[in-house]
């Protein structure tokens, strides 16, 4: 018999100063631009907080900017390797409409902005959350060749795989000021989580 | 001013018939293929109470086959697309390990055991979690072919990219019995969520 506990859920939580941060974003950005400065920004201020690593998310009405969640990683401090800040932010995001579904028809199209391209897990977690539109600012290897981040085995279409499935991309949206959180970050030694490289 | 609630956190919970389920289950499992007798079971009691999709994964010790966690998809149950049956048995077991990595060091090397093989985002979740070993029921065109679920765009030379990073696949373990859940679950009329595509 299983004599050891069942651990029965696991919850991922936003670091407390999001609350004060998001309070002071407007109810709705409606140019894309400030929507990514919003986003990288959460990513300076998650290395700043040492409370994850350097990256940030937002779920937001692509027509309107309405903001609807932000996530920022929290892979370290929840012990979830899957809390990277997509999913976190899909998940929020999902929670406040109460609907798994993004693309719903009873919602208006969705839009997910992250400060880079998804890892291989996280370009999944988009195509199922139902957002239509992903903003991203840049898709090279400077962020795992700054921060040491590994991106993982992505399909080598994923761009037109995206297409295919009704999600638009917008690629390199302020690019250089996400660099400079990268860089923020390999200069503040702090941790960087990866799956491990054949060892065991 | 931001005016709309915060939210903070996201969950994600078994159904409670897994308590029960799981207490009849030894501590340890040393055979693979009572392994994922036990998962495909969990499958098909997943579908039996309605509580999510016909998938189930459990994280076992890979040598001993001590149980860490099982896990059962809850995409519809918890509103999170990202709930698939993997993600919540790595996160589950990580919880109980207190660790994001369970290619820790200070663990014993870990096996994931599910009834098919990784869709495009679980298969990054399980390159992140940490894991040494993935066993799967099969990997070929069935599961979507009979259950309607799409894998999504995983990279075409994901099995060889597994064994890059140190993580060994064994294919095709109990392949008929993982059918017979996904025919179930065809025969009784469930819902299949999926990314939407191409509409909004």
Known sequence: MQETFCIMHFTVTLPDWVIEQQAQL??????????????????????????????????????????????????????VSSAHAEVVALSLAQQSLHSWDLGSDSLPAMQLVVNWRPCAMCYGATIWSGIRSLVIAGSDDACERITGFDEGPIHPEWKSELAKRGIALHDGLLYQEAIRVFEAFRDGGQLVYNGRQGNG
């Open 26 to 79: 407007p109810t709705c950005i409606p140019i894309l631009e400030d929507r990514m400065r919003a986003v990288i920004r959460f990513s300076q201020l998650n290395i700043d907080h040492r409370t994850g690593g350097p990256f940030a998310a937002g779920v937001f009405e692509r027509e309107s900017g309405r903001l609807i969640a932000i996530g920022v990683n929290r892979v370290v401090p929840s012990n």
